[in-house]
């Protein structure tokens, strides 16, 4: 199976719990997880190549 990734979007403001339990304190905040545990994190805006960079490498560091 290939390597994938998936995104969602939460609005923190309709879901302040979700925020709270995340340590979310500023946004836009970009969290990755792997298997349900938090590996990486970047909080303000970055462009779509940065994204992609920041998965890539941060999923390369774990395997």
């Not at 309709?14 to 946004?27: C, M, W």
């Not at 940065?50 to 998965?55: C, G, N, Y």
């Amino acid at each position: 199976m290939a390597p994938h990734a998936r995104f969602a979007k939460i609005n923190t403001e309709d879901h302040p719990k979700v925020s709270q339990n995340n340590n979310i304190r500023g946004i836009p905040a970009l969290i990755l997880y792997q298997n349900g545990t938090e590996i990486a994190r970047h909080a303000g805006a970055i462009p779509a190549n940065a994204i992609e960079s920041f998965v890539r490498t941060n999923a390369a560091l774990l395997g």
